[in-house]
T-cell receptor, first 112, second 113 residues
Framework: QKEVEQNSGPLSVPEGAIASLNCTYS??????FFWYRQYSGKSPELIMS????GDKEDGRFTAQLNKASQYVSLLIRDSQPSDSATYLC????????????FGRGTSLIVHP | EPEVTQTPSHQVTQMGQEVILRCVPI?????FYWYRQILGQKVEFLVS????????KSEIFDDQFSVERPDGSNFTLKIRSTKLEDSAMYFC???????????FGAGTRLSVL
């Protein structure tokens, strides 16, 4: 069974700091990796996707993937109070299924 | 910007009743999905739909669930006889290809009393 593990948090960081969110996954065949942001009571909103080992940057967000270690992370630079949300890691395998498996999410609190 | 729309935003029903949750996927998308999220839990896949048939379903998607694309724009999830444990947020999503990014609707909160 595919598992995606995240620390539930909350992760609390001061405004302006770097927030680091981590995710591990069990299926070595996984090929696609996503980070979603979910505000309380709202739907998941895609913020980053990554498919190859290494870093991918988009504005204040950087996704990092290490397939050998089965590890994906999200860095948020210059964290803002509006970044306070739950961050969901989702993983899917091209082999067999494109359906992403979601982690439980990490709650991030950015305090002024 | 195109978006996935879901109606109603909140549905209250009595246990044992049938409910239909509605979704309008993004217009040029071909793949449609339903997920649910029980309060405080992870997002769980229910079913995917392509070319007018179910392409994949999870163990959750048992005989009490069905999906339909009744016309060119709507995609529905029917729960035949609701149980208390069906209370959750139900999200519809769509993508333009099976391996591509899925875009989520705002969700329908289903409350079974």
């Amino acid at each position: 069974q595919k598992e995606v593990e995240q620390n539930s948090g909350p992760l609390s960081v001061p405004e302006g700091a770097i927030a680091s969110l981590n995710c591990t996954y069990s299926d070595r065949g996984s090929q696609s990796f996503f980070w979603y942001r979910q505000y309380s009571g709202k739907s998941p909103e895609l913020i980053m996707s990554i498919y190859s080992n290494g870093d991918k940057e988009d504005g204040r967000f950087t996704a990092q993937l290490n397939k050998a270690s089965q590890y994906v992370s999200l860095l948020i630079r210059d964290s803002q109070p509006s970044d306070s949300a739950t961050y969901l890691c989702a993983v899917s395998a091209i082999r067999g299924s494109y359906i992403p498996t979601f982690g439980r999410g990490t709650s991030l609190i950015v305090h002024p | 910007e195109p978006e996935v729309t879901q109606t109603p935003s909140h549905q209250v029903t009595q246990m044992g009743q049938e409910v239909i949750l509605r979704c309008v996927p993004i217009s040029n998308h071909l793949y449609f999905y339903w997920y649910r999220q029980i309060l405080g839990q992870k997002v769980e896949f229910l079913v995917s739909f392509y070319n007018n048939e179910i392409s994949e379903k999870s163990e959750i998607f048992d005989d009490q669930f069905s999906v339909e694309r009744p016309d060119g724009s709507n995609f529905t999830l029917k729960i035949r006889s609701t149980k208390l444990e069906d209370s959750a947020m139900y999200f519809c999503a769509s993508s333009d290809a099976g391996e591509n990014i899925q875009y989520f609707g705002a969700g329908t909160r289903l409350s079974v009393l």
